[in-house]
Nanobody
Framework: VQLQASGGGWVQVGGSLGPSCAASGRAFDNYVMGWFRQAPGKEREFVAAISGAGTNTGYVDSVKGRFIISRDNTKNALYLQMNSLEPEDTAVYYC???????????????WGQGTLVTVSS
């Protein structure tokens, strides 16, 4: 599967952004999908994941209650609704895919290119 993220940008503290990720290839719903981010000077970290059917989700503690991951399998698309953004959310955001959540979190098989999110105070 090939992934392409878009929809990053600049926003003020407390604002919202909704990057998306377009997937090409077959059987999109076979993949667990996720978002990762890498802030300047830091290692890449897991942000959120969603099951193939979209029925199960998981988040890193720092974004729980603020971010929502979703997918539309009819469009081969993954989304991340980010609300109440904080300067600490500034990072390059990457979409990723693998066959189960464990594999995804340990190092996904498939990566998209990143999209930059900048939260300004």
């Amino acid at each position: 599967v090939q992934l392409q993220a878009s929809g990053g940008g600049w926003v003020q503290v407390g604002g919202s952004l909704g990057p998306s990720c377009a997937a090409s290839g077959r059987a999109f719903d076979n993949y667990v999908m996720g978002w990762f981010r890498q802030a300047p000077g830091k290692e890449r970290e897991f942000v959120a994941a969603i099951s193939g059917a979209g029925t199960n989700t998981g988040y890193v503690d720092s974004v729980k209650g603020r971010f929502i991951i979703s997918r539309d399998n009819t469009k081969n698309a993954l989304y991340l609704q980010m609300n109440s953004l904080e300067p600490e959310d500034t990072a390059v955001y990457y979409c990723a895919a693998d066959f189960n959540r464990g594999l995804l979190k340990s190092g996904p098989r498939y990566w998209g290119q990143g999209t930059l999110v900048t939260v300004s105070s």
